[in-house]
T-cell receptor, first 114, second 118 residues
């Protein structure tokens, strides 16, 4: 198993465009999290899936953000009508129900909105 | 709401020396979990060590140990025998209380940038 994989690693987009990021968790992990990390800050929770169900969303997740995990495996995070304030690192993490300890993170997608 | 405070924006340590990274937390819950993650320039968050609030022993993982002082609400990370590869950002995090939806989301501090000097 190669761990949590995120694609793309970097994305530069013009303000107003839509972008979509993908996360492939560790295969047996049923929990999946999205976090956002801005410069000089720690990651902040965005949303959580257990299998295919999106069970929690942070107030940081505005209406322009949507996340899916259609088959309980990979997940996508879409940002519509991007704004400069969306520039950040978007991190995905996964864990298993039986593990109430660490979550495993991917390398993140760095988004720059110009 | 949970809160994590890391008061050291940056730290320097000589190679092969030990270093302590500070973390204090604020919670009204009795049951919680504390984590340390390392983030190199590549961006990935690498899990280092975990301490449960009911654990009586301080957690250790190889060169990493967690100095857990529950009454003071501190969870400092100690790295022994520093190596050049330890240069990175280090984040302290607390697991939110169980929400009933199965989530164990983490609240992170702002991090400490550790630089190991040869």
């Amino acid at each position: 198993d190669t761990g949590v994989s995120q694609d793309p690693r970097h994305k530069i987009t013009k303000r107003g465009q839509n972008v979509t990021f993908r996360c492939d968790p560790i295969s047996e992990h049923n929990r999946l999290y999205w976090y956002r990390q801005t410069l000089g800050q720690g990651p902040e929770f965005l949303t959580y899936f257990q299998n295919e169900a999106q069970l929690e969303k942070s107030r940081l997740l505005s209406d322009r953000f949507s996340a899916e995990r259609p088959k309980g495996s990979f997940s996508t995070l879409e940002i519509q009508r991007t704004e400069q304030g969306d520039s950040a690192m978007y991190l995905c993490a996964s864990s298993h129900t039986s593990l109430n300890t660490e979550a495993f993170f991917g390398q993140g997608t760095r988004l720059t909105v110009v | 709401a949970q809160k994590i405070t890391q008061t050291q924006p940056g730290m320097f340590v000589q190679e092969k020396e030990a270093v302590t990274l500070d973390c204090t937390y604020d919670t009204s819950d009795q049951s919680y979990g504390l984590f340390w993650y390392k983030q190199p320039s590549s961006g990935e968050m690498i899990f280092l060590i975990y301490q449960g609030s009911y654990d009586e022993q301080n957690a250790t993982e190889g060169r990493y140990s967690l100095n857990f002082q529950k009454a003071r609400k501190s969870a400092n990370l100690v790295i022994s025998a520093s190596q050049l590869g330890d240069s990175a950002m280090y984040f302290c995090a607390m697991r939110e209380p169980y929400s009933g939806a199965g989530s164990y989301q983490l609240t992170f501090g702002k991090g400490t940038k550790l630089s190991v000097i040869p």
